[in-house]
């Protein structure tokens, strides 16, 4: 697709007014309309009137950062979208975040490493082509391929050949993953490359969705309008302003949608999206902004939700530097840890949507998956004399001075940031000792953190990928791990995580993890800072809103009118 | 005449050449695109380096740019990160900020213009003062401050309008058109103002009115036509600066135009998009400028270009 510029730019105003030509007509009764209605009824006119039509809700979105490919897809924007067009294996449940099987008939194992994942019979793509297992197979093999530039593809480093497949140089060697067999057209067998218990729990994951044919014949159309087996199909999409999804019909899950359907519009600012269901304009809009908190009770008069979501915050550490990788600054951490008031933060700057926190998991996982409320003990309390005491005998800050690394450009970060430099800079009675320093963008922050170039502390986000508490360990604490980016290591860490890997038995497995967790505090090796909530607001019309352990929106559940 | 078209559309290379440099170069500067492609969790460094090589930036930056620029020639701006062409990105967002820009050019020019005229005639008297007071304020107001404030009154107070924009007709930038236009606008009044005061003293509008042509003859053939030269100037060069600008109030109402591609491309460090856009609007800046200066000889028969 080449054209000369200044054509290209020419076509597209072309077709932007011919298409706006259909829909004038609308918005301009619907505004004539709703002028009328004002002086009746002041919430009877918009909510989406000029998109869908009865029974089909609006809801805030963001541009997907990547293609909606399910292993390329990171953020939550586009995790929206897999969350309503595919099933997985499992399905996490949205109350409880349990895994439960979706697609999955059941998944054996003899020994934790080798499984049998039988799939059910009678589940379609929204194209009629039937879900096989070859479908999964398929999809995990691209997922993996390191020439597909999948960004999940990491999720499928624990079955056996992912070496060859995904090579950390060089080109790969391999198309397939030597440790998936297709067995049957509903069976398949996965052999990992290490025993891990709790593999089928992580399969809940979008990485994991199956994937139709069309998607390997015909790429390009695909992603135009992706296709596959949830209880919504996209009807349209317009990239980079919005999607309608509509209930598909044929839906053969338990878990149909009880709207008729979904338009997701693309918001610049939250703020903005707030303000349209404010005045009617949009029904839902899942992330409220912080400088509106305040007023949200009254605003919405009680529409409003308010939920823990599987997002911890701490402070990481550089590992690479070695002024920090030294026993006196584990003391220092642990003071540092004391030193910050959680409590007065959470509540004056959040508002209550962050809870402070009290281990390094998440309360979504519940006490049975290896949530345990105050694992982190007196070491999380504000208590500012042995703040002092502790990063006096620690040998005092590194370099004399902490600067608090973070990036401006999203989130209320600065506002935070700066109330933990207070907080320790009262409890060591010096107004200069804490700093922030902000960086522009994100990408520069993420360039900086992964490119180890960091001096001191600095902000460091976790959101799961599944409810487990070995999410919240491994890939951030592991030797190596894929988001271990201040490079922490620890041998007893490790072997302890090996072992609950290994582990069948699920509760044993979890008291391992809370043993290797009880080591991360012991070197408070990122100090926990709060558990975030996740929030929506929504119109009158709307019931049954409810907000995921991924702070989605359960859009299949939520009625309208 | 043609030649003096053609000396300039010349001397637009090497500028249009120097300026999209400084850009890459300025983009580049920022650090690597690709940790902020990955997102909140690093990619693995296989997965990282083939993005760099399919992207091109493993490549010495010199040879970046003349690919770029090659490709630039031959209308392939790129693709961005999420995978969609840079001119499918232009395609869906200059138009409706074109429409913004005219929206708002309109407002200075009937609005400002106008006021301008009304005032300047009318030199010290209250309407004058009023005006002048007006135009003050609204200087002095930051953009963002009038569009969160006529969003709430308008868009939920009153109801009158929708608080964001859907489809980016005409209809819909009405009012986020007027808010961009603001600060130009008490600026295109001013400047009218002390020209057409200045103006009115003048030999050839004492002539006019002593020939005894009526009254809004002089005013809009003799005085207007010849006051006008510097409020051409300065709508000209508000073109370029209203299109790229606009990202304050393209945020505020929620307009998925040139600005939020901008705004975007730069929080995700997406070198192809920013590059891509600011050249476009640097184009539409040097274009912009070389009409202004064409328009000075039909307003003015002494200026004459060889």
Same mark, same amino acid.
């Given at each position: 697709m080449r054209y000369a510029m200044h054509e290209s730019i020419l076509a597209g105003i072309g077709s932007v007014i011919a298409e706006e030509a259909d829909m004038r007509g609308i918005t301009h009764v619907r505004w004539a309309a709703c002028v009328i209605a004002t002086g009746l009824l002041a919430t009877a006119c918009g909510s989406g009137a000029g998109f869908g039509g009865a029974g089909v809700l609006t809801s805030s979105w963001g541009d997907p950062q990547?293609?909606?490919?399910?292993?390329?897809?990171? !953020?939550?924007?586009?995790?929206?979208?897999?969350?309503? /067009?595919f099933r997985g294996l499992k399905k996490y449940d949205p109350r409880t975040g349990k895994a439960q099987n979706m697609l999955a008939e059941? /998944? !054996?194992?003899?020994?934790?490493?080798?499984?049998?994942?039988?799939v059910k019979a009678g589940w379609r793509f929204s194209d009629g082509e039937p879900v096989t297992a070859r479908s999964f197979v398929d999809a995990w093999n691209y997922g993996a391929g390191l020439r597909n530039n999948q960004k999940n593809a990491y999720f499928f480093g624990y079955i056996e050949g992912y070496d060859k497949v995904h090579p950390d140089s060089g080109p790969?060697?391999? !198309?397939?993953?030597?440790?998936?067999?297709?067995?049957?057209?509903?069976t398949f067998t996965v052999r990992l490359n290490q025993k891990f218990s709790s593999f089928p729990d992580t399969l809940g994951y979008a990485a994991y969705a199956p994937l139709p044919r069309v998607f390997f014949t015909d790429h390009?159309?695909?992603?135009?309008?992706?296709?596959?087996?949830?209880?919504?199909? /996209?009807?349209?999409?317009?990239?980079? *302003?919005?999607? *309608?999804?509509?209930k598909w019909d044929g839906y053969p899950g338990p878990d149909p949608a009880r709207n008729a359907g979904v338009t997701l519009l693309v918001y610049t600012e939250s703020n903005t999206a707030y303000t349209d269901v404010l005045a009617g304009n949009l029904d839902l809009v899942? !992330?409220?902004p912080a400088a509106q908190l305040k007023n949200v009770g009254t605003d919405l008069d009680g529409r409003y939700i308010n939920t823990p979501a599987g997002i911890l915050q701490t402070l990481a550490f550089p590992y690479y530097d070695p002024k920090w990788n030294t026993a006196g600054a584990r003391k220092v951490r642990t003071g540092l840890s004391m030193a910050i008031d959680r409590k007065q933060i959470t509540e004056t700057i959040f508002r209550r949507t962050r809870t402070p926190a009290s281990d390094w998991t998440s309360p979504v996982l519940g006490t049975a998956g290896g949530f345990q409320d105050g694992l982190c003990g007196h070491a999380c309390d504000y208590d500012p004399a042995q703040a002092r005491k502790l990063i006096q005998e620690g040998g005092g800050l590194p370099g004399g001075r902490l600067k608090i690394t973070y990036n401006a450009d999203t989130g209320s970060h600065?506002?935070?940031?700066?109330?933990v430099c207070n907080s320790i800079n009262n409890a060591l009675g010096k107004d200069t000792a804490c700093v922030g320093n902000p960086i522009g963008t994100f990408a520069d922050f993420r360039n900086q953190t992964t490119g180890h170039k960091m001096t001191g502390p600095y902000r460091a986000g976790w959101q799961m990928d599944y409810p487990l508490i070995q999410n919240f360990l491994q890939p951030l604490y592991y030797t190596g791990a894929s988001s271990n980016d201040g490079l922490w290591s620890d041998k007893r860490f490790d072997r302890l995580v090996d072992r609950a890997n290994a582990e069948t038995d699920r509760a044993a497995a979890v008291r391992l993890f809370q043993q290797a967790e009880g080591v991360v505090r012991d070197n408070m090796a990122a100090i926990p800072l709060w558990y975030q909530n996740g929030s929506a607001g929504y119109a009158p019309r709307l019931s049954h809103v409810a907000l995921n352990p991924f702070s989605v929106p359960v859009y299949n559940e939520i009625k309208v009118g | 005449m043609a030649r003096y078209v053609a000396r300039r559309l010349l001397q637009m290379i090497p500028v249009f050449i120097g300026s999209t440099l400084l850009i890459f170069l300025m983009v580049n500067v920022m650090g690597d695109p690709i940790a902020g492609l990955c997102g909140e969790r690093a990619c693995d460094l296989a997965?990282?380096?083939?993005?760099?090589r399919e992207f091109g930036l493993d490549k010495p930056l010199w040879q970046q740019y003349a690919t770029y620029m090659g490709n630039v020639f031959t209308g392939d701006f790129g693709t961005a990160f999420n995978g969609q062409k840079v001119t499918e990105l232009m395609g869906s967002a200059f138009p409706v900020t074109i429409r913004l820009t005219i929206v708002a050019i309109l407002f200075e020019i009937v609005i400002?213009?106008?006021?301008?005229?009304?005032?300047?005639?009318?030199?010290?008297?209250p309407v004058d003062t009023g005006v002048l007071l007006g135009t003050l304020v609204v200087i002095s107001v930051p953009t963002f401050v009038t569009g969160l404030l006529l969003q709430l009154l308008l868009g939920i107070k009153w109801q009158w309008i929708s608080p964001s924009v859907r489809y980016g007709g005409f209809d819909e930038l009405i009012v986020p058109g007027l808010v961009l236009a603001s600060v130009s606008l008490a600026y295109v009044t001013r400047l009218t103002r002390t020209s057409i005061a200045e103006n009115k003293r003048s030999d050839y509008v004492r002539t006019a009115v002593a020939k005894g042509l009526p009254r809004h003859r002089v005013v809009v053939r003799h005085l207007l036509r010849n006051s006008l030269i510097p409020v051409v100037t300065f709508i000209g060069a508000d073109i370029g600066a209203l299109m790229g600008g606009a990202i304050v109030t393209e945020r505020i109402f929620n307009i998925r135009g040139v600005g939020f591609q901008l705004y975007q491309g730069i929080l995700r460090q997406n070198t192809q998009t920013v590059v891509g856009f600011v050249t476009v609007l640097v184009l539409v800046f040097l274009v912009a400028n070389l009409l202004v200066d064409l328009l000075y000889a039909v307003l003015d028969p002494r200026i004459r270009y060889a």
């Open positions: 990547n293609p909606l490919e399910p292993a390329n897809t990171n !953020d939550v924007q586009g995790g929206k979208v897999l969350d309503m /067009i059941r /998944i !054996d194992t003899p020994d934790s490493r080798n499984f049998t994942v039988t790969q060697s391999a !198309d397939t993953l030597s440790g998936l067999r297709v067995t049957g057209p509903r390009a159309a695909w992603l135009s309008k992706p296709v596959g087996n949830g209880p919504y199909r /996209i009807e349209s999409y317009a990239k980079g *302003s919005a999607m *309608s999804l509509k899942d !992330d409220v600065k506002q935070w940031v700066d109330a | 997965t990282a380096a083939q993005l760099k400002g213009v106008t006021l301008g005229v009304v005032t300047g005639l009318r030199r010290g008297r």
